[in-house]
T-cell receptor, first 113, second 115 residues
Framework: AQSVTQLDSHVSVSEGTPVLLRCNYS??????LFWYVQHPNKGLQLLLK??????LVKGINGFEAEFKKSETSFHLTKPSAHMSDAAEYFC???????????FGTGTRLLVSP | DTGVSQDPRHKITKRGQNVTFRCDPI?????LYWYRQTLGQGPEFLTY????????KSRLLSDRFSAERPKGSFSTLEIQRTEQGDSAMYLC?????????????FGPGTRLTVL
């Protein structure tokens, strides 16, 4: 069975400071991993995905994530937070056929001026 | 807008009533998925279709739930005899269905409130 654990339910940063959202995964085989973002009253939007190519994955809006097999981690980072980054972020793992996404419980990112 | 659309966006119903939600996927997408998201949780997989065939159903999908995708286009999710525990956001997603490149694109969701 596959699962992801998001280590922080809430993360607070100041605008212009770095963002780190932590995710650990569990999978019996090479996983596909994703980060999705959910803004209030809007649909889930894909930020980035890892599918066994480069371990450092660049996504939209300046976000990136690094797949570390030895640590079973897929943490999301951004060098400088913007107010518009405030949202709920989900780490997601998928089976090889992509039929089913398994979501973490989410991390709410709060950005203060 | 050529994204995934869902209708209605909000539904309030009384316990015991039946409700039906509709999802229109991105036009060239072969796969369609339903998820349920309760407050404070991540979405949970319910079921998915490859064209008109329903290929997998979660244990979360009780006998009161039924999903269809006639002609492999739009899909409907029906909940019979609603219960208060059914209150949630119901999300639909679609994807191309190409192995190795099958990103799921989500609609805005239907928020169900059962009184």
């Amino acid at each position: 069975a596959q699962s992801v654990t998001q280590l922080d339910s809430h993360v607070s940063v100041s605008e212009g400071t770095p963002v780190l959202l932590r995710c650990n995964y569990s999978s019996s085989y090479s996983p596909s991993l994703f980060w999705y973002v959910q803004h209030p009253n809007k649909g889930l939007q894909l930020l980035l995905k890892y599918t066994s190519a480069a371990t450092l994955v660049k996504g939209i809006n300046g976000f990136e994530a690094e797949f570390k097999k030895s640590e079973t981690s897929f943490h999301l980072t951004k060098p400088s937070a913007h107010m518009s980054d405030a949202a709920e972020y989900f780490c997601v793992v998928s089976n090889t056929g992509f039929q089913k996404l398994v979501f973490g419980t989410g991390t709410r990112l709060l950005v203060s001026p | 807008d050529t994204g995934v659309s869902q209708d209605p966006r909000h539904k309030i119903t009384k316990r015991g009533q039946n409700v039906t939600f509709r999802c229109d996927p991105i036009s060239e997408h072969n796969r369609l998925y339903w998820y349920r998201q309760t407050l404070g949780q991540g979405p949970e997989f319910l079921t998915y279709f490859q064209n008109e065939a329903q290929l997998e159903k979660s244990r979360l999908l009780s006998d009161r739930f039924s999903a269809e995708r006639p002609k492999g286009s739009f899909s409907t999710l029906e909940i019979q005899r609603t219960e208060q525990g059914d209150s949630a956001m119901y999300l639909c997603a679609s994807s191309l269905g190409i192995r190795g490149e099958d990103t799921q694109y989500f609609g805005p969701g239907t928020r169900l409130t059962v009184l």
